[in-house]
């Protein structure tokens, strides 16, 4: 079966801060997808990264990093400096080649960074 | 606008009437997908739609609740005798195809009273 897990609730730094948020994932598909998604206080969910299960590559996006290890099935994104407009709901979530509509979303992590 | 756009944004409704949620996907999207976010919760897949294939509903909670898309355009999720728990924010979204990079609406927030 399919799951999405990410363990931290909430997370509270002080900018400038390095943060890191853990996403664990369970799939028997040898095929897949991850991808991070930021939901500020407005509300609408904003993409910011998509991973195939064949490239493991670690991605950098200016302050944004990603480190996919499918050894421990973690997908694991930190941010560098943290800043307050960093302040969301961060989701990770699954696709499954089978199932490539469904996307199974982890309850996510609320991220506060205080200035 | 050149997102995927929703409506209403909000809307409130006694216990037992039907709505209706409509979404307008990106323009040259064939996927469409429906998304229920309850409150300070994750995300819970509904329905997606391809193409002219047919969709899968395996998401969806229970005979109330039913979606309707028009070729490779607009979408209308539609729940009938709407009961409390249905209060959530249903999220639109939509891809140029499976698999390929999803884009959110903002939603519509649903309030059962």
């Known amino acids: 079966a399919q799951k999405v897990t990410q363990a931290q609730t909430e997370i509270s730094v002080v900018e400038k801060e390095d943060v890191t948020l853990d996403c664990v994932y369970e799939t028997r598909d040898t095929t897949y997808y991850l991808f991070w998604y930021k939901q500020p206080p407005s509300g609408e969910l904003v993409f910011l990264i998509r991973?195939?299960?064949?490239?493991?590559q670690n991605e950098i996006s200016g302050r944004y990093s990603w480190n996919f290890q499918k050894s421990t099935s973690s997908f694991n994104f930190t941010i560098t400096a943290s800043q307050v407009v960093d302040s969301a709901v961060y989701f990770c979530a699954l696709s499954e080649a089978g199932s490539q509509g469904n996307l199974i979303f982890g309850k996510g992590t609320k991220l506060s960074v205080k200035p | 606008g050149a997102g995927v756009s929703q409506s209403p944004s909000n809307k409130v409704t006694e216990k037992g009437k039907d709505v209706e949620l409509r979404c307008d996907p990106i323009?040259?999207?064939?996927?469409l997908y429906w998304y229920r976010q309850r409150l300070g919760q994750g995300l819970e897949f509904l329905i997606y739609f391809q193409g002219n294939s047919a969709p899968d509903k395996s998401g969806l909670p229970s005979d109330r609740f039913s979606a309707e898309r028009t070729g490779e355009s607009v979408s209308t999720l539609t729940i009938q005798r709407t009961q409390q728990e249905d209060s959530a924010v249903y999220l639109c979204?939509?891809?140029?195809?499976?698999?390929?990079?999803?884009?959110f609406g903002e939603g519509s927030w649903l309030t059962v009273v």
């Open positions: 979204a939509s891809s140029v195809e499976l698999a390929n990079t999803i884009y």
């Open positions: 991973r195939n299960s064949f490239d493991e």
């Open positions: 323009s040259g999207h064939t996927a």
